[in-house]
């Protein structure tokens, strides 16, 4: 903790966050020790531009998950991370989840790497329209839906018997007449945009110190930043439950949860700034 603090305190941090940190505002790691890869496949973007039934089961899944997602606010870790940011510590945040509680949490500025479930795009003329917006329409256009869940995936998905998605209907885009809609995130097997990852290594590339919180690094879609960080001599700390993949590139790993580390960490460096 006291190399962590230092660093910390030196400034310029950039945070790269994932799952990990929403574990504790209810939504389950895929990977991690309640992971929950092992009765959830995610959503393929092959699969879902290519299989209208398997379209729908999503769109149905997805219309219930909202709605558990909605309700989930932010923890101690997503308020500590908000915090740094308004002492002046960090030079970015980069998340890996598409859930919005680094925001809902007071933090600014958050580069959403793999999307955000708020935006739904349509695939055909690129409308950008609300999540909000379709969860209206969605409602209208299955008044008789009641299935429901207890747990939400990280992508927002949530289990569904097939026969409670029986029958659901999907809306298509309004702006061109019944475009393909697609949740405003980066799906398995779609690539991040170009842009976004030249803006995520920009960042990385002037950080003082790369901290990751809450990621198994598993995807190389997060774990190329950290690759890229220890290529050009920059110290990585992570801190996650559980061994990550980037381990053999951090400078410091810490393995505890971080509601308990980033309030601990926020203490020692306010003490020392
Ligand atoms: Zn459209």
Redesign the pocket.
């Known amino acids: 903790m006291n190399t962590l603090t230092e660093l910390l305190s030196a400034g310029d941090v950039v945070v790269l966050s994932g799952a990990g940190m929403s574990t504790e505002s209810g939504i389950p790691d895929y990977r991690g020790p309640s992971g929950s890869l092992n009765r959830h496949t995610p959503m393929t973007y092959q699969t879902f531009v290519g299989d209208p039934a398997a379209r729908r089961r999503y769109w149905a899944r997805s219309h219930v998950g909202w709605r558990m997602m909605t309700e989930a606010t932010p923890n101690d870790g997503h308020r500590a991370v908000a915090h740094l940011q308004r002492r002046g510590l960090l030079a970015g945040i980069v998340t890996q989840n598409v859930d919005g509680l680094h925001q809902a949490g007071g933090a600014r500025a958050v580069i959403e790497l793999h999307g955000s479930l708020r935006h739904v795009v349509?695939l055909?003329?690129?409308?950008s329209t609300s999540r909000e917006e379709l969860d209206h329409r969605l409602r209208q256009a299955n008044p008789r839906f009641t299935a429901g869940a207890t747990t939400v995936n990280p992508d927002g998905d949530v289990g569904l018997r097939e026969e409670e998605v029986d029958g659901f209907q999907v809306v298509?885009?309004?702006?061109?007449?019944?475009?393909m809609l697609k949740p405003g995130v980066v799906f398995f097997g779609e690539t991040v945009p170009a842009e976004r990852v030249r803006q995520c290594y920009a960042l990385v590339e002037r950080a003082g110190l790369l901290l990751v919180l809450g990621s198994s690094l598993t995807v190389m879609s997060g774990r190329r930043f950290v690759v890229h960080a220890a290529k050009l001599g920059i110290p990585v700390g992570i801190v996650n439950q559980g061994p990550t993949r980037g381990d053999a590139y951090a400078t410091l790993t810490v393995d505890a949860p971080l509601g308990t580390v980033l309030p601990e960490l926020i203490r020692l460096t306010d003490t020392r700034t």
């Open positions: 349509c055909s003329c690129g409308d298509g885009c309004r702006a061109c007449d019944g475009g």
